[in-house]
């Protein structure tokens, strides 16, 4: 499966994200390839603190923008069981090339009013996406860094459901330090010395529906 995260602004957690899926599927035993399509090469960062904290990856990293990341991940998607793709917080040409090879794309959104004023050009951006597609493209959108507790959860989320272009999970990642606690050395959450056992059950949900359609029994 080829799954992309994507955003067209930066700081809603994309990165962190995309990271921590590769890192996800890595420790399930699957042959994962971490493809960095953003200029800013955030993947590339965390993957070199993670060879140096681990001494290995447990996935390939490649670099890949511009137009032909698209036939790139072609070729390379029998080599793998999962390709994950990150692309920049912005419309670029990387992104476009994602989505269109892509099964899957992932979208976060923060709670706040300000990120979800973007949620009309990401439609037009997925409506020119499909609109070109052999096979529709799967889009799932989720609250990412999102308040342990506020109302704007609850606004932004059904803001996202409103909209039938996407499908909105009910699992989001909330703003915890566990995550750039981790990130910041090459970690996963899952893989800290003493986890944040409620950090690892928000993306043990997340990550098992978008895989399989359900979630995990575990409990924040």
Known sequence: MVISFNSIKGGVGKSTMATTFAAWLASKGQDVLLVDGDDQETASDFTAWREQTLGQTGYTLVNMTGA?????????????DHIIIDTGGRDTTS???????????MIPFAPRSFDLWTINKVITLIDEIQSIRSNPLKIYTFLSRADIKSADNREVAEALSSFPELTYLPYP???RKAFSNTAGIGLAVFEAEQPDLKAVAEIENLFNHVLYGNHATTSA
């Open 68 to 80: 032909n990341l698209r036939k790139q991940v072609e070729a390379m998607k029998p080599k793998y």
């Open 95 to 105: 992104q476009r090339a994602a989505l269109i090879v892509a099964d899957v794309s």
């Open 173 to 175: 990642i909330s703003n």
